[in-house]
């Protein structure tokens, strides 16, 4: 197998997260229309570029397929014919092999590295780990695919930069990987695609492209803005199959002088409609300016330990258990986390703003707020702040959200975790969450799975998150996410909604939703994909958008992932 990472505790935890996660072997797969004799031709001459290191095949392809996979059929199972470690790019129009990228592959819950279409050749992007810059001055880092967000955060801490990167609630994936792919973090950047400024493309003619200032030699501003001359194309490049992201400048949080660490928890079911109204005016009129985390005590409690410690039955908890846990544990039923950053006055007034309306507005809800500082009229060191106020809050990556994937295991620790997500974009209304929490809640016990989520928001709208963990070796708890999920993706189309990011299994599903005009949409960016991309050798069905050449393995209404529909 590949080595993953240097750092021993992310690669122990990378081989644990792949062994013993299958339920059944793997298959060898050809990519579709090639012959066995001329992939093996194929593979051999990418041993003699590559070298044979770099270069897998049989059983090491067990690290790129996806370690939570509901369907593992053959007819139905998404499996790479090979995989490909390259530290450079070869020139991709002499490859006739459909080739399917990533930085890291921890896009975990959504299929991590495998790919959308059985067959193609994964290129793995991880030995591309330089970081080429990062600008004290101007706040900001450029890097290569390969980049860790602990690489990233090290880096700065080795050399005393007065810098925070944002980092997501897992500190080994790609910086670039989650960023294109529309990531978030915690502090003041934490949208990570919305501070972008300069990107490098490959794409798959060979020729490179260059985005904005960064597309001009030697610019003193590549990376300071993201205006251009003439249309911005950096878009075309988020979650796309038109290009491969090689280089990426992205702007981080200035270290600041003080931050003030805050938490507001409410105790009833139907609070949530008042809670989103609250933090959504704050977040629109500029008092709280970075993001709100909200979450639910169900998924605090997978935070905290396992199912059978609170709840020994195949069956929802009940309502009379939770208030009980609610209690024991101090929490409200909805919990929400989130920091303010700057200048300790200006921190006081945002904090002392949010105090006045909420004693109006929630005023059964509960208040902590804890200011850390730096000493000495220094700026605050992240590590100075304990938990439960530091880690991603601070910029400071970790692994620590990593064990909830085990929430449903027995108490003998035997079966093999997994967990899965639907997550999609709803309105900043407390009127539509509440309506989203009743429905989903309905669909999740109708198949004896608690509500389980968070969700992340911003000014005009929130990013939902349906997590749902599973034991895998269990046939009818895989039948049981399978169904939660459709449902879900039938109940937030009635709506109007579409997740933001989705599961290779329910690209196309969810790609559907964009139906506007005959799915006009869809039909402008493969014109663009048959263009830049005539072999259709990048990432083929990423998104839902398919080359002419692979366009008959769309699958608009989702019968691959509905176990329930034969093939």
């Known amino acids: 197998f590949p080595i993953q990472y240097e750092d021993p505790e992310y690669q122990s935890a990378h081989s644990n997260l792949f062994s013993g996660s299958l339920t059944r ?78 930085s890291r592959g921890k896009n975990l819950g959504y299929g991590g590295p495998a790919p959308r279409l059985s067959g193609s050749l994964t290129l793995d992007l991880h030995r591309m780990n330089k970081i080429i810059e990062v600008n004290q001055e101007f706040s900001y880092a450029v890097v290569e695919p390969g980049v860790t967000f602990t690489d990233l955060y090290d880096h700065c801490v080795l050399h005393k930069l007065k810098v925070w990167p944002s980092v997501p609630s897992l500190g080994w994936g790609s910086v670039v990987g989650n960023t294109v792919d529309r990531g978030t973090g915690f502090l003041p950047t934490a949208t990570h695609h919305q501070h972008i400024a300069g990107l490098e493309i490959i794409l798959a003619d060979g020729d490179v492209v260059r985005t904005g200032q960064f597309g001009i030699s030697n610019s003193p501003s590549a990376h300071l803005s993201k205006f251009t001359f003439g249309p911005s194309i950096e878009g075309l490049f988020l979650q796309s199959n038109l290009g491969i992201v090689t280089k990426m400048g992205i702007w981080l949080t200035p270290q600041p002088e003080a931050y003030l660490s805050c938490g507001f928890s409410m105790s009833e079911f139907d609070d949530i409609e008042v809670m989103v109204d609250l933090f959504g005016e704050m977040r629109r009129n500029g008092t709280l300016p970075n993001t709100v985390y909200i979450s639910n005590i169900t998924e605090w409690l997978g935070m905290t330990g396992k ?23 101090g929490m409200g039923y909805w919990n929400a986390k989130f920091g303010l950053y700057g200048p300790k006055g200006v921190i006081q007034a945002q904090i002392d703003e949010f105090k006045r309306v909420a004693a109006i507005k929630a005023p059964t809800g509960n208040l902590y707020a804890e200011m850390f500082t730096g000493e000495g009229g220094q700026l605050l060191d992240a590590n100075s702040v304990p938990e439960p106020h530091g880690g991603p809050f601070v910029g400071v990556p970790t692994l620590w959200s990593l064990p909830m994937v085990n929430y449903r295991l027995t108490k003998d620790g035997k079966g093999i975790a997994g967990h899965a997500d639907y997550s999609p974009i709803i ?141």
């Open 25 to 102: 072997p793997l298959e060898a797969v050809l990519p579709p229309g090639v012959a066995q004799a001329d992939f093996d031709a194929a593979i051999n001459k990418l041993k003699t570029i590559l070298g044979k290191d770099h270069v897998f095949t049989g059983r090491s392809l067990t690290e790129y397929i996806d370690p939570y996979e509901l369907q593992e059929e053959p007819s139905r199972r998404k499996i790479p014919s090979g995989a490909v470690c390259s530290g450079r790019f070869e020139n991709l129009q002499r490859v006739q092999i459909p080739v399917w990228t990533f």
């Open 307 to 329: 199912r059978w410690e609170y709840w020994n039955k195949d069956e929802p908890i009940p309502a009379s258990k939770i208030r009980e846990l609610q209690e024991k544990l």
């Open 427 to 567: 309105p900043s209304s407390g009127k539509a969450i509440l309506d989203w929490v009743r429905t989903s809640r309905k669909i999740s016990e109708a198949q004896g799975w608690d509500l389980f989520c968070d969700f992340f928001m911003h000014e005009r709208h929130v990013i939902f998150v349906n997590f749902m963990t599973f034991d895998k070796s269990k046939p009818e708890h895989r039948q049981a996410i399978s169904t939660i999920l459709l449902n879900l993706y039938q109940e937030g189309k009635k709506r109007g909604y579409s997740t933001y990011r989705t599961h290779v299994n329910h690209m196309d599903l969810n790609a559907d939703s964009y139906d506007f005009n005959n799915h006009a949409y869809q039909r402008f960016v493969e014109k663009l994909k048959d263009a830049v991309d005539p072999n259709g050798i990048l990432s083929p069905g990423k998104q839902g958008m398919w080359p002419e050449k692979y366009r008959k393995f769309r699958d608009p209404t989702g019968k691959e992932a509905d176990p329930r529909r034969s093939l």
